[in-house]
């Protein structure tokens, strides 16, 4: 078949709306856009933000991803309204649309694309090159598969996104030897308490983030850990794997009487620690819930508080240092963004090349019953020569106008223009 070469099996946008790579949109907000105040109301971590999706669907958005991190709230679209979105996330939130408005970043295009490669590649990360980030990309992906919010268009996006991230993993330096923020936590932790070894540490959370600052906690000498969860079998679990202990949520109060650096990494609407449970301790406390874990102290409290804001204002100072390697990154970003934009021309031009291609078998086809009834004594193998010769006839001449639709997208009016000429040829509809 002439076909076979097409790649158009995943379109799904209608032939005669905007190109794909005009629909494809992000709306967001992000620790360079506004403060942890203000982030920690967008925060939709888990369910919230499935029931995130069903709010932005009922509202007409039905083609959208959320992602949602300590860092950032973004939400990608296809053909979407930026208004929707605001006024979706205003009501969810409680924020006033023109607050949002204020500290939102919108982006469409060639320029959505070009963000989210750089959100996948750890360049939008507070800890530069951070990989994080994957993980977190690729559960947003399977919630909005899974909901069905996910179109074809968003998919390759995302698809796209992943495969970059790893060709800026192994082509460049940028992720070697990179900061999470995980180590910067357990490291401004160290300054502050002034070590950690032979301190005792409660980690409050047995989450992707608890994981990884269990990780970086069990290489420090001499540490006494203790896990802390609402659910008890996920703090054993983590506990376990690196040698600590394990305690349930409601031994928190006891457990922050005998601890001396506590890392908070849960996720919970209200605060899980108040002043009246530190009972004038010097604790030393990371923060890395979005919302905050810790509520607002006394001015005259003794703890010291590492929050989010603290820590990537220390990865931003971290980042600095290695300028080289993201400006490999970025010229790789750049070839992949124009790799997008072409394949997305192609997949725009789909339809009507199925449509020609299905004119030329048509065609094709009343010829060779044509021929067949003129030569009835062919053997099969001289019909089959005939057959060949017909098709590689047909291929030849579509090549050249095949090429040339790839190679730029088509206006709206010429859409039209191809739509109503193949309507009128009677061999089906490029929208078929």
């Given at each position: 078949m002439l076909t076979e070469d097409l790649r158009a099996e995943e379109f799904e946008a209608p032939f005669l709306n905007s190109s794909t790579l005009e629909s494809l949109s992000v709306l967001g907000v992000s620790f360079r856009t506004a403060g942890l105040e203000l982030r920690s109301h967008l925060n939709f971590p888990g369910e919230k933000a499935f029931q995130l999706l069903q709010s932005l669907s009922s509202a007409g958005l039905r083609q959208c991803l959320v992602l949602s991190t300590c860092n950032r709230t973004e939400i990608y679209a296809c053909g979407s309204d930026t208004e929707i979105v605001l006024n979706v996330l205003a009501l969810e939130s409680g924020i006033d649309k023109r607050t949002l408005r204020d500290h939102c970043y919108a982006l469409r295009g060639e320029e959505a694309t070009l963000h989210l490669f750089r959100v996948a590649c750890g360049l939008e990360s507070a800890a530069l090159g951070e990989t994080e980030i994957l993980a977190q990309l690729k559960d947003s992906l399977r919630t909005a598969g899974e909901g069905g919010y996910l179109c074809g268009a968003l998919n390759l996006l995302f698809r796209r996104a992943l495969e970059v991230s790893k060709r800026v993993r192994t082509e460049t330096s940028l992720c070697k030897n990179a900061v999470s923020l995980a180590s910067m936590a357990v490291k401004q932790a160290t300054v502050v308490?002034?070590?950690?070894?032979?301190?005792?540490?409660?980690?409050?959370?047995?989450?992707?983030?608890?994981?990884?600052?269990?990780?970086?906690?069990?290489?420090?000498?001499?540490?006494?850990?203790?896990?802390?969860?609402?659910?008890?079998?996920?703090?054993?679990?983590?506990?376990?794997?690196?040698?600590?202990?394990?305690?349930?949520?409601?031994?928190?109060?006891?457990?922050?009487?005998?601890?001396?650096?506590?890392?908070?990494?849960?996720?919970?609407?209200?605060?899980?620690?108040?002043?009246?449970?530190?009972?004038?301790?010097?604790?030393?406390?990371?923060?890395?819930?979005?919302?905050?874990?810790?509520?607002?102290?006394?001015?005259?409290?003794?703890?010291?508080?590492?929050?989010?804001?603290?820590?990537?204002?220390?990865?931003?100072?971290?980042?600095?240092?290695?300028?080289?390697?993201?400006?490999?990154?970025?010229?790789?970003?750049?070839?992949?963004?124009?790799?997008?934009?072409?394949?997305?021309?192609?997949?725009?031009?789909?339809?009507?090349?199925?449509?020609?291609?299905?004119?030329?078998?048509?065609?094709?086809?009343?010829?060779?019953?044509?021929?067949?009834?003129?030569?009835?004594?062919?053997?099969?193998?001289?019909?089959?020569?005939?057959?060949?010769?017909?098709?590689?006839?047909?291929?030849?001449?579509?090549?050249?106008?095949?090429?040339?639709?790839?190679?730029?997208?088509?206006?709206?009016?010429?859409?039209?223009?191809?739509?109503?000429?193949?309507?009128?040829?009677?061999?089906?509809?490029?929208?078929?």
């Open positions: 308490a002034g070590g950690l070894g032979g301190k005792r540490v409660a980690l409050l959370g047995a989450g992707a983030i608890a994981e990884r600052l269990a990780k970086e906690l069990s290489k420090v000498a001499g540490v006494s850990c203790t896990v802390v969860n609402r659910t008890f079998s996920r703090a054993e679990a983590l506990a376990s794997e690196y040698g600590f202990e394990a305690a349930p949520l409601l031994d928190l109060t006891a457990l922050l009487r005998t601890s001396d650096v506590v890392f908070c990494a849960v996720s919970s609407e209200k605060p899980l620690i108040t002043q009246s449970m530190l009972e004038g301790r010097q604790l030393t406390i990371v923060d890395l819930g979005v919302p905050a874990v810790v509520a607002p102290l006394e001015p005259d409290h003794t703890c010291e508080i590492v929050d989010m804001e603290f820590l990537s204002s220390a990865c931003s100072a971290n980042a600095e240092l290695r300028t080289g390697a993201v400006e490999d990154a970025k010229r790789i970003l750049s070839a992949a963004v124009g790799e997008f934009a072409t394949e997305c021309r192609e997949r725009d031009v789909a339809p009507a090349i199925k449509a020609l291609v299905r004119l030329g078998d048509h065609v094709r086809g009343q010829n060779m019953d044509w021929a067949s009834a003129q030569l009835k004594d062919l053997s099969d193998e001289q019909r089959k020569i005939v057959d060949d010769m017909s098709r590689r006839i047909v291929r030849g001449m579509l090549q050249g106008q095949i090429a040339a639709m790839k190679s730029q997208s088509l206006t709206r009016n010429e859409r039209a223009c191809l739509a109503a000429v193949y309507r009128n040829i009677g061999v089906g509809t490029v929208e078929d």
